[in-house]
């Protein structure tokens, strides 16, 4: 054996801080630290691209939505003719409302403007009002019949050609076979407009009034009412039968092939596209079980499938997030497994409960695919007065609404999207402040 290894080279001491080898761990270090540099510069890249992305897209839908908010309005000096309105003088509401309230308008328009004449021109004088401004004459006079024989001004709701010139969106500069608003007509709202008799004011047809083949007269509250109809369908049935369920999954069903098999199916079902649940109750409520089409109640049981695997993959997780000394503590006390799992694990787990429901409701009230399959796309003027009623919803009319042709109703499709997005931003607002609210601290 040599010498070197009978005496070896003594090593450092316990403890002692050996100097690293010149030029190696410095430059590691370094490049360690400019790499964490680089990915914090790029995360930082990608929010900010989001919001700018995010911004830009709330951005374009509330400049072309914010101008549906408010409508032109016209001053005219309406006379409330017995002999149109109530010729018999019954003051019997069907005649009150089956009289002819266009003529009015026209009277009122001729005296408005004497030196039109010709019929081509008196119709053109005409189609500067709403279509639909005999309906706001009748509303008044069934709300108020001794208006009848008076004579008052009136501000009634201008055409959406007029509305659209009002705002800027038809240009006059244009060639006049290029315009639907003519020389004529500009001529006419010019002298409206020197009168003070022509104002863009704000307009509450659109937040109380259901849907419309005339742009200016069109709402959402129809399709609102359809939509928390449904949505309480929606929460009726999946709430109770998803916390159920998940109570039993978690807390009562023994650890088998065929619970992990319902596990696995309930995890698919979470990520199945929307149109299958959508042709699921095509299929069996409508043509097995003849439920009524286009209904508040189907929309609703269709939602509720969709909402199912949610709810129970959200309430198991809230389920499991409470600590095992809870129940140990409880059954150590002499309750039983039931009453441990409602009068103890259940409370403490309900708030994330409710946010995960809150959740799924947010994503029932955004969905289209699924009610188009049952019918809630048909044209529903009425406001719906219960479950079994003819109705459409949110997202369903703002596609009906991007599909119309007259370019008032480009508007209209980005207000209503506003509308949406502000229900669906409270929901998730109230899912945040009920979790922070009711969060248990282990």
Do not use: C
């Amino acid at each position: 054996m040599t010498e070197a290894t009978l005496n070896p080279a003594p090593g450092p001491a316990p403890g002692a801080i050996t100097e690293p080898r010149r030029g190696s761990s410095p430059r590691r270090l370094r490049r360690r630290h400019a790499t964490e540099r680089r990915f914090r510069v790029y995360g930082m890249a990608a929010i900010i691209l989001a919001a700018v992305i995010l911004a830009a897209l709330l951005g374009s839908i509330a400049n072309k939505g914010m101008s549906a908010f408010f409508q032109t309005k016209i001053a005219l000096d309406i006379t409330f003719d017995p002999a149109v309105i109530d010729p018999e003088g019954t003051r019997d509401p069907s005649a009150l409302r089956a009289a002819n309230y266009r003529v009015l308008i026209k009277r009122a328009l001729a005296a408005r403007f004497p030196n039109v004449s010709g019929r081509r021109a008196k119709r053109a004088l005409t189609r500067l009002v709403s279509s639909g401004a005999g309906f706001t004459l009748r509303a008044m006079v069934l709300a108020e019949p001794d208006l009848i024989g008076t004579t008052g001004r009136v501000w009634i709701k201008s055409s959406d050609d007029v509305d659209s010139f009002i705002k800027g969106k038809i240009s006059r500069d244009g060639p006049e076979s290029d315009r639907r608003v003519k020389d004529r007509e500009i001529v006419w709202l010019d002298a409206l407009v020197a009168a003070d008799e022509l104002e863009t004011r704000f307009d509450t047809t659109f937040f109380t009034a259901g849907d419309s083949r005339e742009p200016e007269q069109a709402g959402i509250w129809g399709a609102a009412v359809g939509s928390f109809l449904t949505l309480v369908v929606t929460l009726g049935l999946s709430f109770p039968i998803g916390v159920l369920a998940a109570l039993y999954l978690e807390e009562f069903a023994p650890k088998k092939w065929w619970t992990d098999m319902i596990e696995v199916n309930i995890n698919n079902l979470a990520a199945v596209p929307s149109i299958v649940f959508g042709l699921l109750g095509l299929a069996v409520f409508l043509s097995l079980f003849g439920m009524p089409r286009s209904a508040p109640v189907v929309g609703g049981l269709v939602l509720a499938l969709m909402t199912l695997p949610t709810i129970i993959i959200t309430a198991r997780v809230a389920l499991k997030a409470v600590p095992p000394s809870v129940r140990e503590a409880a059954l150590a006390l002499g309750a039983s497994k039931l009453q441990s799992t409602l009068h103890h694990v259940l409370p403490l787990a309900m708030p994330g409960i409710m946010t995960g429901t809150i959740i799924g409701m947010a994503r029932a009230l955004g969905e289209t695919a699924p009610l188009l399959m049952i019918g809630m796309v048909a044209f529903i003027v009425d406001i719906p007065g219960g479950f079994t009623d003819p109705a459409t919803v949110l997202p369903v009319q703002i596609y009906l609404w991007a599909d119309s042709p007259e370019r008032a109703f480009v508007a209209k499709t980005s207000a209503a999207i506003l509308v949406l997005l502000a229900f669906l931003i409270a929901m998730n607002a109230a899912a945040v402040v009920l979790r922070r609210r009711f969060e248990q601290r282990w």
